[in-house]
Protein backbone atom coordinates (compact mmCIF):
# COMPACT_ATOMS: atom_id res chain seq x y z
CA UNK A 1 0.00 0.00 0.00
CA UNK A 2 0.93 3.42 -0.75
CA UNK A 3 2.28 5.77 1.62
CA UNK A 4 -0.84 7.73 3.22
CA UNK A 5 -0.68 11.57 1.70
CA UNK A 6 -0.40 12.73 5.06
CA UNK A 7 2.60 10.71 5.82
CA UNK A 8 3.86 11.45 2.52
CA UNK A 9 3.80 15.11 2.21
CA UNK A 10 4.48 15.49 5.98
CA UNK A 11 6.95 19.15 6.48
CA UNK A 12 10.48 18.49 7.44
CA UNK A 13 11.03 22.04 7.39
CA UNK A 14 8.78 25.05 8.89
CA UNK A 15 8.71 26.75 5.29
CA UNK A 16 6.44 24.00 4.52
CA UNK A 17 3.89 24.09 7.64
CA UNK A 18 0.90 25.36 5.44
CA UNK A 19 -1.52 27.74 7.62
CA UNK A 20 0.30 28.28 10.68
CA UNK A 21 2.85 31.30 10.11
CA UNK A 22 1.79 32.80 13.18
CA UNK A 23 3.52 30.19 14.99
CA UNK A 24 6.79 29.53 12.64
CA UNK A 25 7.77 32.81 11.70
CA UNK A 26 8.20 33.40 15.50
CA UNK A 27 9.87 29.92 16.24
CA UNK A 28 12.08 30.14 12.83
CA UNK A 29 13.05 33.93 14.31
CA UNK A 30 14.06 32.40 17.52
CA UNK A 31 16.02 29.46 15.71
CA UNK A 32 17.84 32.30 14.18
CA UNK A 33 18.52 34.10 16.74
CA UNK A 34 19.51 31.19 18.74
CA UNK A 35 16.97 32.64 21.58
CA UNK A 36 15.40 29.26 21.88
CA UNK A 37 13.40 28.16 25.17
CA UNK A 38 13.97 24.85 27.02
CA UNK A 39 9.80 23.77 27.36
CA UNK A 40 7.51 24.38 24.50
CA UNK A 41 3.58 24.29 24.53
CA UNK A 42 2.11 23.39 20.92
CA UNK A 43 -1.72 23.88 21.25
CA UNK A 44 -4.47 23.44 18.87
CA UNK A 45 -6.87 21.12 16.96
CA UNK A 46 -6.05 17.35 16.00
CA UNK A 47 -4.56 17.53 12.98
CA UNK A 48 -3.24 21.02 11.97
CA UNK A 49 0.54 20.65 12.71
CA UNK A 50 1.46 20.11 16.12
CA UNK A 51 3.51 17.30 16.26
CA UNK A 52 4.69 17.76 12.80
CA UNK A 53 5.93 21.10 13.84
CA UNK A 54 7.55 19.43 17.31
CA UNK A 55 9.94 17.32 14.93
CA UNK A 56 10.60 20.37 12.87
CA UNK A 57 11.77 21.79 15.99
CA UNK A 58 13.53 19.08 17.54
CA UNK A 59 15.42 18.51 13.67
CA UNK A 60 16.02 22.44 13.85
CA UNK A 61 17.82 22.52 16.89
CA UNK A 62 19.58 19.39 16.50
CA UNK A 63 21.00 20.48 12.79
CA UNK A 64 25.09 20.39 12.96
CA UNK A 65 24.46 23.88 11.90
CA UNK A 66 21.60 24.76 14.03
CA UNK A 67 19.65 26.25 15.71
CA UNK A 68 18.57 27.39 12.70
CA UNK A 69 15.20 27.28 10.28
CA UNK A 70 16.92 25.61 7.65
CA UNK A 71 18.00 22.94 8.94
CA UNK A 72 21.00 21.48 6.25
CA UNK A 73 19.24 18.19 5.46
CA UNK A 74 22.90 16.54 5.09
CA UNK A 75 24.25 16.40 8.31
CA UNK A 76 23.26 12.76 10.26
CA UNK A 77 20.64 14.47 12.57
CA UNK A 78 18.45 16.42 9.82
CA UNK A 79 18.53 13.00 8.09
CA UNK A 80 17.41 10.96 10.44
CA UNK A 81 15.05 13.61 11.22
CA UNK A 82 13.42 13.92 8.24
CA UNK A 83 9.68 14.07 8.13
CA UNK A 84 9.61 9.79 7.74
CA UNK A 85 13.11 9.05 8.32
CA UNK A 86 14.11 6.48 10.98
CA UNK A 87 14.57 8.85 13.85
CA UNK A 88 17.10 9.89 16.33
CA UNK A 89 18.04 8.73 19.52
CA UNK A 90 18.15 12.37 21.15
CA UNK A 91 14.88 12.54 20.19
CA UNK A 92 12.44 11.45 22.22
CA UNK A 93 8.28 11.50 21.46
CA UNK A 94 6.09 10.10 24.26
CA UNK A 95 2.39 9.85 24.25
CA UNK A 96 0.78 10.66 27.11
CA UNK A 97 -2.90 9.41 25.90
CA UNK A 98 -1.29 5.62 26.06
CA UNK A 99 -1.08 4.89 29.60
CA UNK A 100 -0.64 8.35 31.93
CA UNK A 101 3.54 7.88 31.77
CA UNK A 102 3.72 7.72 34.77
CA UNK A 103 6.92 4.86 34.60
CA UNK A 104 8.08 6.61 31.62
CA UNK A 105 7.86 10.08 33.09
CA UNK A 106 10.23 8.93 36.05
CA UNK A 107 12.53 7.12 33.20
CA UNK A 108 12.66 10.06 31.68
CA UNK A 109 13.19 11.95 34.85
CA UNK A 110 16.40 9.41 35.45
CA UNK A 111 17.95 9.55 32.11
CA UNK A 112 17.39 13.22 31.11
CA UNK A 113 20.06 13.79 32.95
CA UNK A 114 22.41 12.11 30.87
CA UNK A 115 23.87 14.29 27.83
CA UNK A 116 22.66 13.24 24.34
CA UNK A 117 24.38 11.01 22.47
CA UNK A 118 24.87 12.42 19.00
CA UNK A 119 23.04 15.70 19.17
CA UNK A 120 23.18 19.18 20.54
CA UNK A 121 19.86 18.75 22.60
CA UNK A 122 18.17 15.72 24.22
CA UNK A 123 14.53 16.74 22.92
CA UNK A 124 11.26 15.44 24.75
CA UNK A 125 8.00 15.77 22.26
CA UNK A 126 5.27 14.84 24.53
CA UNK A 127 2.35 14.48 22.55
CA UNK A 128 -1.51 14.51 23.91
CA UNK A 129 0.54 16.39 27.23
CA UNK A 130 -2.99 17.14 28.49
CA UNK A 131 -3.55 13.26 29.02
CA UNK A 132 -0.67 13.44 31.29
CA UNK A 133 -1.76 11.51 35.02
CA UNK A 134 -0.34 13.37 37.92
CA UNK A 135 2.19 11.14 39.06
CA UNK A 136 3.79 11.67 35.37
CA UNK A 137 3.47 15.41 35.71
CA UNK A 138 4.90 15.66 38.88
CA UNK A 139 7.98 13.77 38.31
CA UNK A 140 8.01 15.68 35.09
CA UNK A 141 7.60 19.07 36.41
CA UNK A 142 11.21 18.50 38.28
CA UNK A 143 12.97 18.48 35.36
CA UNK A 144 11.14 21.21 33.60
CA UNK A 145 11.35 23.11 36.79
CA UNK A 146 15.28 22.78 36.59
CA UNK A 147 16.34 21.19 33.00
CA UNK A 148 20.00 20.60 32.53
CA UNK A 149 21.30 22.77 29.53
CA UNK A 150 20.93 20.09 26.81
CA UNK A 151 17.03 18.85 27.31
CA UNK A 152 14.29 20.53 25.80
CA UNK A 153 10.44 19.81 26.03
CA UNK A 154 8.10 20.26 23.54
CA UNK A 155 4.40 19.54 24.75
CA UNK A 156 1.79 19.24 22.24
CA UNK A 157 -1.67 19.11 23.09
CA UNK A 158 -5.37 19.73 21.83
CA UNK A 159 -6.20 20.92 25.32
CA UNK A 160 -3.65 23.26 26.44
CA UNK A 161 -6.18 24.51 29.80
CA UNK A 162 -6.13 20.57 30.76
CA UNK A 163 -1.83 20.42 31.07
CA UNK A 164 -1.23 21.38 35.09
CA UNK A 165 -0.59 24.94 35.58
CA UNK A 166 3.07 24.45 36.80
CA UNK A 167 4.17 22.99 33.76
CA UNK A 168 2.39 25.03 31.49
CA UNK A 169 3.69 28.15 33.12
CA UNK A 170 7.29 26.86 32.53
CA UNK A 171 6.80 26.90 28.51
CA UNK A 172 6.16 29.22 25.90
CA UNK A 173 3.20 28.12 24.25
CA UNK A 174 2.38 28.49 20.63
CA UNK A 175 -1.62 27.60 19.71
CA UNK A 176 -2.23 25.88 16.20
CA UNK A 177 -5.11 27.07 14.33
CA UNK A 178 -7.53 25.34 11.73
CA UNK A 179 -6.35 26.03 8.29
CA UNK A 180 -8.34 28.84 6.30
CA UNK A 181 -10.05 27.01 2.98
CA UNK A 182 -8.26 29.16 0.41
CA UNK A 183 -4.69 27.75 2.13
CA UNK A 184 -5.99 24.51 2.22
CA UNK A 185 -7.24 24.49 -1.09
CA UNK A 186 -4.07 25.78 -2.79
CA UNK A 187 -1.94 22.85 -1.14
CA UNK A 188 -4.89 20.28 -2.40
CA UNK A 189 -4.29 21.27 -5.25
CA UNK A 190 -0.42 20.93 -5.18
CA UNK A 191 -0.77 17.60 -3.96
CA UNK A 192 -3.36 16.36 -6.91
CA UNK A 193 -0.36 17.61 -9.65
CA UNK A 194 2.35 16.13 -7.69
CA UNK A 195 0.10 13.15 -7.77
CA UNK A 196 -0.48 13.32 -10.92
CA UNK A 197 -4.39 13.20 -10.78
CA UNK A 198 -6.96 14.86 -12.48
CA UNK A 199 -9.73 16.07 -9.88
CA UNK A 200 -12.70 17.83 -11.46
CA UNK A 201 -13.84 21.39 -10.70
CA UNK A 202 -15.69 21.87 -7.42
CA UNK A 203 -13.94 18.66 -5.80
CA UNK A 204 -11.69 20.21 -3.91
CA UNK A 205 -14.06 22.93 -1.55
CA UNK A 206 -16.10 19.82 -0.85
CA UNK A 207 -12.86 18.24 0.29
CA UNK A 208 -11.79 21.41 2.76
CA UNK A 209 -15.61 21.53 3.56
CA UNK A 210 -15.55 17.72 5.15
CA UNK A 211 -11.90 18.88 6.47
CA UNK A 212 -13.09 21.17 8.58
CA UNK A 213 -9.77 22.97 8.18
CA UNK A 214 -7.76 20.08 9.57
CA UNK A 215 -4.48 19.22 6.73
CA UNK A 216 -4.29 15.35 8.16
CA UNK A 217 -8.17 15.40 7.71
CA UNK A 218 -7.76 17.06 4.37
CA UNK A 219 -5.48 14.97 3.11
CA UNK A 220 -6.57 11.59 4.68
CA UNK A 221 -9.87 12.55 2.56
CA UNK A 222 -8.38 13.58 -0.44
CA UNK A 223 -6.41 10.15 -0.54
CA UNK A 224 -9.64 8.15 -0.64
CA UNK A 225 -10.67 10.06 -3.33
CA UNK A 226 -7.52 9.98 -5.53
CA UNK A 227 -7.50 6.07 -4.17
CA UNK A 228 -10.58 5.43 -6.01
CA UNK A 229 -9.93 7.94 -9.48
CA UNK A 230 -10.74 6.43 -12.54
CA UNK A 231 -8.58 7.27 -15.91
CA UNK A 232 -10.67 10.41 -15.62
CA UNK A 233 -9.51 11.33 -12.21
CA UNK A 234 -12.18 12.76 -9.79
CA UNK A 235 -15.47 13.44 -10.59
CA UNK A 236 -17.48 15.72 -8.83
CA UNK A 237 -20.34 13.62 -8.41
CA UNK A 238 -18.16 10.96 -6.96
CA UNK A 239 -16.87 13.37 -4.50
CA UNK A 240 -20.32 14.37 -3.52
CA UNK A 241 -21.55 10.25 -2.83
CA UNK A 242 -18.56 9.54 -1.41
CA UNK A 243 -18.47 12.50 1.30
CA UNK A 244 -21.60 12.44 1.97
CA UNK A 245 -22.63 16.15 0.34
CA UNK A 246 -25.99 16.71 -0.32
CA UNK A 247 -26.90 16.01 -3.68
CA UNK A 248 -26.69 19.10 -5.54
CA UNK A 249 -29.82 18.82 -7.25
CA UNK A 250 -31.79 18.43 -3.78
CA UNK A 251 -30.18 21.93 -3.58
CA UNK A 252 -31.03 23.18 -6.26
CA UNK A 253 -35.24 22.07 -6.07
CA UNK A 254 -34.70 23.83 -2.52
CA UNK A 255 -33.38 27.16 -4.00
CA UNK A 256 -35.77 26.48 -6.90
CA UNK A 257 -38.74 26.94 -5.02
CA UNK A 258 -37.40 29.17 -2.59
CA UNK A 259 -37.12 32.14 -5.15
CA UNK A 260 -40.20 30.61 -6.69
CA UNK A 261 -42.07 31.31 -3.34
CA UNK A 262 -43.21 27.70 -4.00
CA UNK A 263 -43.77 26.04 -0.54
CA UNK A 264 -45.55 22.77 -2.19
CA UNK A 265 -42.47 21.82 -4.12
CA UNK A 266 -40.15 22.71 -1.23
CA UNK A 267 -41.81 20.64 1.72
CA UNK A 268 -41.72 18.17 -1.28
CA UNK A 269 -38.24 18.67 -1.63
CA UNK A 270 -37.79 18.11 2.09
CA UNK A 271 -39.35 15.01 1.97
CA UNK A 272 -37.14 13.97 -0.62
CA UNK A 273 -34.16 14.83 1.06
CA UNK A 274 -35.46 12.61 3.82
CA UNK A 275 -36.53 9.73 1.79
CA UNK A 276 -33.27 9.52 0.29
CA UNK A 277 -31.75 8.75 3.77
CA UNK A 278 -29.67 12.71 3.10
CA UNK A 279 -29.08 14.03 6.96
CA UNK A 280 -31.25 16.87 7.33
CA UNK A 281 -28.77 18.69 9.36
CA UNK A 282 -26.28 17.82 6.99
CA UNK A 283 -28.50 19.45 4.05
CA UNK A 284 -29.38 22.33 6.31
CA UNK A 285 -25.89 22.97 6.42
CA UNK A 286 -25.41 22.70 3.00
CA UNK A 287 -28.61 24.66 2.25
CA UNK A 288 -26.88 27.63 4.20
CA UNK A 289 -23.68 27.25 2.45
CA UNK A 290 -25.81 27.37 -0.71
CA UNK A 291 -26.88 30.73 -0.01
CA UNK A 292 -23.72 32.04 1.33
CA UNK A 293 -22.46 31.57 -1.96
CA UNK A 294 -25.55 33.06 -3.98
CA UNK A 295 -25.06 35.79 -1.32
CA UNK A 296 -21.38 36.11 -2.78
CA UNK A 297 -22.74 36.00 -6.39
CA UNK A 298 -25.23 38.44 -6.19
CA UNK A 299 -22.58 40.65 -4.28
CA UNK A 300 -19.66 39.68 -6.68
CA UNK A 301 -20.98 39.30 -9.86
CA UNK A 302 -20.00 35.83 -11.84
CA UNK A 303 -16.70 36.34 -12.55
CA UNK A 304 -15.45 37.99 -9.44
CA UNK A 305 -17.62 35.31 -7.97
CA UNK A 306 -15.62 32.63 -9.02
CA UNK A 307 -12.49 33.76 -7.75
CA UNK A 308 -14.13 33.07 -3.98
CA UNK A 309 -16.02 30.34 -5.02
CA UNK A 310 -13.34 28.19 -6.33
CA UNK A 311 -13.82 25.66 -9.26
CA UNK A 312 -17.36 26.26 -8.90
CA UNK A 313 -18.33 24.17 -12.49
CA UNK A 314 -19.32 26.78 -14.99
CA UNK A 315 -22.90 25.57 -15.02
CA UNK A 316 -23.25 25.53 -11.86
CA UNK A 317 -22.39 29.15 -11.58
CA UNK A 318 -24.90 30.14 -14.18
CA UNK A 319 -27.95 28.37 -12.39
CA UNK A 320 -26.64 30.20 -9.29
CA UNK A 321 -26.75 33.93 -10.97
CA UNK A 322 -30.18 32.92 -12.29
CA UNK A 323 -31.24 32.25 -8.04
CA UNK A 324 -29.42 34.65 -6.76
CA UNK A 325 -31.29 37.35 -9.00
CA UNK A 326 -34.96 35.51 -8.47
CA UNK A 327 -34.16 36.02 -4.79
CA UNK A 328 -32.95 39.17 -4.30
CA UNK A 329 -30.28 40.68 -1.91
CA UNK A 330 -32.37 41.17 1.12
CA UNK A 331 -34.38 38.08 0.89
CA UNK A 332 -31.16 35.74 0.69
CA UNK A 333 -29.86 37.71 3.72
CA UNK A 334 -32.67 37.06 5.70
CA UNK A 335 -33.00 33.30 4.33
CA UNK A 336 -29.11 32.46 5.47
CA UNK A 337 -29.78 34.16 8.91
CA UNK A 338 -32.77 31.79 9.63
CA UNK A 339 -31.04 28.57 8.01
CA UNK A 340 -28.17 29.72 10.36
CA UNK A 341 -30.17 29.96 13.11
CA UNK A 342 -31.48 26.88 12.82
CA UNK A 343 -28.69 24.84 12.55
CA UNK A 344 -27.80 26.11 15.71
CA UNK A 345 -31.18 25.17 17.35
CA UNK A 346 -30.59 21.80 15.66
CA UNK A 347 -27.70 20.77 17.83
CA UNK A 348 -28.81 18.12 20.42
CA UNK A 349 -32.09 18.29 18.90
CA UNK A 350 -33.94 14.98 18.37
CA UNK A 351 -36.05 15.99 15.73
CA UNK A 352 -33.97 17.83 13.29
CA UNK A 353 -36.88 17.11 10.13
CA UNK A 354 -39.44 19.14 12.11
CA UNK A 355 -36.47 22.03 12.75
CA UNK A 356 -35.85 21.98 8.74
CA UNK A 357 -39.59 22.35 8.04
CA UNK A 358 -39.26 24.95 10.53
CA UNK A 359 -36.61 27.05 8.86
CA UNK A 360 -38.88 26.71 5.15
CA UNK A 361 -41.48 28.03 6.92
CA UNK A 362 -40.03 31.04 8.43
CA UNK A 363 -37.95 31.67 4.93
CA UNK A 364 -41.29 31.38 3.25
CA UNK A 365 -43.93 32.89 4.83
CA UNK A 366 -42.71 36.62 4.74
CA UNK A 367 -41.82 36.69 1.15
CA UNK A 368 -45.03 34.91 0.34
CA UNK A 369 -48.45 37.34 -0.03
CA UNK A 370 -51.08 36.10 2.78
CA UNK A 371 -53.20 35.63 -0.11
CA UNK A 372 -50.15 32.50 -0.88
CA UNK A 373 -52.66 29.42 -0.33
CA UNK A 374 -50.05 26.41 -0.69
CA UNK A 375 -48.11 27.58 2.22
CA UNK A 376 -51.53 28.84 4.10
CA UNK A 377 -52.99 25.53 3.43
CA UNK A 378 -50.19 23.87 4.78
CA UNK A 379 -49.55 25.69 7.98
CA UNK A 380 -53.40 25.53 8.49
CA UNK A 381 -53.69 21.91 7.99
CA UNK A 382 -51.07 21.16 10.27
CA UNK A 383 -50.99 24.08 13.08
CA UNK A 384 -53.04 23.78 16.71
CA UNK A 385 -52.08 26.72 17.71
CA UNK A 386 -52.39 30.44 16.01
CA UNK A 387 -52.65 33.85 16.93
CA UNK A 388 -49.87 33.01 19.62
CA UNK A 389 -46.92 36.07 19.81
CA UNK A 390 -43.13 34.70 19.89
CA UNK A 391 -42.34 35.54 23.44
CA UNK A 392 -39.78 34.10 24.71
CA UNK A 393 -40.96 30.71 25.80
CA UNK A 394 -41.30 28.52 23.00
CA UNK A 395 -41.33 24.84 22.93
CA UNK A 396 -38.56 23.34 21.32
CA UNK A 397 -37.91 19.18 20.70
CA UNK A 398 -36.84 17.89 23.55
CA UNK A 399 -37.32 13.71 24.00
CA UNK A 400 -38.30 11.94 21.03
CA UNK A 401 -40.27 8.58 21.85
CA UNK A 402 -40.89 7.62 18.35
CA UNK A 403 -40.52 8.49 14.74
CA UNK A 404 -43.26 10.31 12.20
CA UNK A 405 -43.77 13.62 11.64
CA UNK A 406 -45.24 14.69 15.01
CA UNK A 407 -42.75 14.59 17.60
CA UNK A 408 -43.30 14.92 21.04
CA UNK A 409 -42.08 17.87 22.69
CA UNK A 410 -41.59 19.11 26.15
CA UNK A 411 -42.28 23.08 27.07
CA UNK A 412 -38.66 24.23 27.69
CA UNK A 413 -37.91 27.45 29.84
CA UNK A 414 -36.62 30.75 28.52
CA UNK A 415 -33.65 30.70 29.66
CA UNK A 416 -33.28 27.51 27.24
CA UNK A 417 -33.98 29.80 24.49
CA UNK A 418 -32.24 32.43 24.26
CA UNK A 419 -33.84 36.29 23.92
CA UNK A 420 -31.17 37.19 22.41
CA UNK A 421 -31.66 35.10 18.82
CA UNK A 422 -34.84 36.93 17.79
CA UNK A 423 -33.82 39.87 15.66
CA UNK A 424 -33.66 43.47 17.40
CA UNK A 425 -37.65 44.83 17.29
CA UNK A 426 -38.55 48.23 17.28
CA UNK A 427 -40.52 49.73 19.92
CA UNK A 428 -43.21 50.17 17.06
CA UNK A 429 -42.93 46.36 16.81
CA UNK A 430 -43.25 45.81 20.04
CA UNK A 431 -46.58 47.42 20.18
CA UNK A 432 -47.59 45.34 17.25
CA UNK A 433 -46.83 42.18 19.05
CA UNK A 434 -47.91 43.36 22.64
CA UNK A 435 -51.47 44.31 20.53
CA UNK A 436 -51.33 41.03 19.59
CA UNK A 437 -51.51 39.05 22.57
CA UNK A 438 -54.31 41.30 24.56
CA UNK A 439 -56.22 40.52 21.12
CA UNK A 440 -55.18 36.49 21.59
CA UNK A 441 -59.00 34.53 21.20
CA UNK A 442 -60.00 32.20 24.16
CA UNK A 443 -60.16 30.17 21.03
CA UNK A 444 -55.95 30.22 20.63
CA UNK A 445 -55.73 30.15 24.30
CA UNK A 446 -58.02 27.08 24.80
CA UNK A 447 -55.78 24.99 22.35
CA UNK A 448 -53.08 25.29 24.30
CA UNK A 449 -55.06 24.51 27.91
CA UNK A 450 -53.96 20.66 27.74
CA UNK A 451 -50.44 21.53 27.44
CA UNK A 452 -50.78 24.27 30.21
CA UNK A 453 -52.72 21.33 32.26
CA UNK A 454 -49.71 19.09 31.67
CA UNK A 455 -47.14 21.72 32.75
CA UNK A 456 -49.11 22.29 35.82
CA UNK A 457 -48.91 18.57 36.69
CA UNK A 458 -44.97 18.81 36.69
CA UNK A 459 -44.91 22.21 39.09
CA UNK A 460 -47.43 20.77 41.61
CA UNK A 461 -49.54 17.45 41.91
CA UNK A 462 -52.45 19.14 43.92
CA UNK A 463 -53.09 22.21 41.41
CA UNK A 464 -53.38 19.63 38.87
CA UNK A 465 -55.61 17.61 40.10
CA UNK A 466 -57.86 20.66 40.81
CA UNK A 467 -57.44 21.79 37.21
CA UNK A 468 -57.74 18.57 34.86
CA UNK A 469 -61.00 17.22 34.75
CA UNK A 470 -63.15 20.28 36.21
CA UNK A 471 -61.43 23.04 34.55
CA UNK A 472 -61.35 25.72 31.75
CA UNK A 473 -60.57 29.05 30.66
CA UNK A 474 -63.80 31.48 30.18
CA UNK A 475 -61.80 34.47 29.11
CA UNK A 476 -58.38 36.39 28.74
CA UNK A 477 -57.60 39.86 28.47
CA UNK A 478 -54.84 42.17 29.09
CA UNK A 479 -54.71 41.99 32.91
CA UNK A 480 -56.22 38.46 33.46
CA UNK A 481 -56.95 34.82 32.42
CA UNK A 482 -60.32 33.90 33.61
CA UNK A 483 -60.42 30.14 34.50
CA UNK A 484 -63.93 28.51 35.53
CA UNK A 485 -64.09 25.97 38.06
CA UNK A 486 -66.42 23.44 38.21
CA UNK A 487 -67.71 23.63 42.02
CA UNK A 488 -66.83 25.92 44.82
CA UNK A 489 -64.81 23.44 46.77
CA UNK A 490 -62.38 22.73 44.82
CA UNK A 491 -62.25 26.83 43.85
CA UNK A 492 -61.62 27.69 47.21
CA UNK A 493 -58.34 24.66 47.41
CA UNK A 494 -57.25 26.25 44.42
CA UNK A 495 -57.28 29.53 45.90
CA UNK A 496 -55.95 28.65 48.97
CA UNK A 497 -53.09 26.49 48.06
CA UNK A 498 -51.94 29.36 45.88
CA UNK A 499 -52.27 27.66 43.13
CA UNK A 500 -53.28 30.85 41.10
CA UNK A 501 -49.05 30.50 40.76
CA UNK A 502 -48.65 27.85 39.43
CA UNK A 503 -51.13 28.28 37.05
CA UNK A 504 -49.87 31.94 35.91
CA UNK A 505 -45.99 30.21 35.94
CA UNK A 506 -47.79 27.57 33.31
CA UNK A 507 -49.20 29.88 31.28
CA UNK A 508 -45.99 31.95 31.02
CA UNK A 509 -43.83 29.11 30.35
CA UNK A 510 -46.50 27.46 27.55
CA UNK A 511 -47.82 30.25 26.04
CA UNK A 512 -45.34 33.23 26.76
CA UNK A 513 -48.38 34.99 28.17
CA UNK A 514 -48.20 36.54 31.74
CA UNK A 515 -51.20 37.39 33.42
CA UNK A 516 -52.93 37.28 36.62
CA UNK A 517 -54.54 34.52 36.98
CA UNK A 518 -59.08 34.54 38.29
CA UNK A 519 -61.06 31.37 38.87
CA UNK A 520 -64.51 31.56 39.05
CA UNK A 521 -67.19 28.88 39.85
CA UNK A 522 -68.64 27.53 36.60
CA UNK A 523 -70.99 24.81 36.85
CA UNK A 524 -71.28 24.40 33.62
CA UNK A 525 -67.66 22.52 32.98
CA UNK A 526 -68.38 19.01 32.50
CA UNK A 527 -65.75 16.25 32.03
CA UNK A 528 -66.62 16.59 28.52
CA UNK A 529 -64.35 19.52 28.01
CA UNK A 530 -61.46 19.60 25.56
CA UNK A 531 -59.11 19.48 29.03
CA UNK A 532 -60.81 16.39 30.38
CA UNK A 533 -60.10 14.69 27.29
CA UNK A 534 -56.82 15.84 26.82
CA UNK A 535 -56.12 14.85 30.76
CA UNK A 536 -57.49 11.19 29.66
CA UNK A 537 -54.80 11.22 26.36
CA UNK A 538 -52.39 12.32 28.63
CA UNK A 539 -52.92 9.43 31.19
CA UNK A 540 -50.39 7.53 28.59
CA UNK A 541 -46.95 6.73 30.52
CA UNK A 542 -45.15 9.11 28.85
CA UNK A 543 -44.55 12.22 30.84
CA UNK A 544 -44.22 14.72 27.67
CA UNK A 545 -46.94 16.96 25.47
CA UNK A 546 -47.83 16.26 21.94
CA UNK A 547 -47.57 19.30 19.79
CA UNK A 548 -47.03 19.09 16.34
CA UNK A 549 -44.26 20.69 14.18
CA UNK A 550 -46.98 23.00 12.93
CA UNK A 551 -48.07 24.55 15.79
CA UNK A 552 -44.49 25.27 16.69
CA UNK A 553 -44.33 27.06 13.34
CA UNK A 554 -47.45 29.04 13.75
CA UNK A 555 -46.10 29.97 16.97
CA UNK A 556 -42.68 31.23 15.51
CA UNK A 557 -44.49 32.76 12.53
CA UNK A 558 -46.96 34.42 14.41
CA UNK A 559 -44.76 37.67 14.72
CA UNK A 560 -43.50 37.64 11.26
CA UNK A 561 -46.72 37.71 9.85
CA UNK A 562 -47.69 40.86 11.86
CA UNK A 563 -44.71 42.66 11.44
CA UNK A 564 -45.10 41.58 7.98
CA UNK A 565 -48.61 43.00 7.18
CA UNK A 566 -47.97 46.22 9.56
ZN1 LIG B 1 21.66 19.36 9.38
Known sequence: ??????????????????????????????????KTHHAYLFSGPRGCGKTSSARIMARSLNCEKGPTPTPCGLCQSCKDLVANGPGSIDVIELDAATHGLVDDARDL?????????????KIYIIDEA??????????????VEEPPPHVIFIFATT???????????????????????????????????????????????????????????????????????????????????????????????????????????????????????????RFTADLLERLRDLIVVDALGETSANSILR??????????????????????????????QGLTEMRGATAPRLILELICGRILLPMSDSTDSGLLARIERLERVENIAP????????????GGDTKKVLPVSSEQLTEKKAPPVSSEQQTVKKTNVD?????????????????VKKRRRLTWSLLSASAHILGVDDKNITVGIANAGARDSFVRSESDEIL??????????????????????????????????????????????????????GAQVITDKK
Request: with cysteine; proline share 6%; aromatic share 4%.
Open 130 to 143: HQLGPGAANALLKV
Open 439 to 455: AMDVAGLRRLWPDVIEN
Open 159 to 281: EPEKLIATIRSRTHHYPFRLVPPGVLTAHLEKICKAEGVEVAKGVLPLVVRASGGSVRDALSVLGQLLAGAGKDGVSYDIAVQLLGFTDGALLDDAIDALAAHDAATLFATIDRVIESGHDPK
Open 504 to 557: RQAFIEVVGLDRKIEVVVDPSVTPNTPAARAVRVDESPSDVVQLSGAALLAREL
Open 391 to 402: MPSVAVPAKSTG
Open 311 to 340: DMPDDQLERMRTQADRIGTASLSRAADIAA
Open 109 to 121: RDKAFFAPVSSKY
Open 1 to 34: MSLALYRKYRPSVFADVIGQEHVTVPLSNALSSD
